[in-house]
């Protein structure tokens, strides 16, 4: 069963505890590079999630009259 990605805000709060845990000098390494690659994984999920919602956003803009759509990645 495929695992359903998830939504922005908690996925972003998880980022966050995991960037917190890894400041921490206490972790051992082997729990640094699991938190590492879990933040990473993370990242690159929300990312793609970002890119969806502002093609969505350009797709209904295009779409109504009278607005003019401008490239936001520059």
Request: net charge negative.
């Amino acid at each position: 069963m495929e695992k359903k990605p998830l939504k922005i805000e908690p996925a972003l709060a998880r980022l966050e505890e995991i960037v917190r845990q890894l400041e921490n000098e206490q972790i051992s390494l082997e729990e640094s590079l699991e938190l590492f690659e879990e933040g990473v994984k993370l990242a690159d999920s929300i990312q793609k999630r970002l890119s969806e919602a502002q093609l969505r956003v350009k797709k209904v803009l295009e779409e109504a009259e009278g607005f003019r759509v401008e490239d936001f990645t520059q």
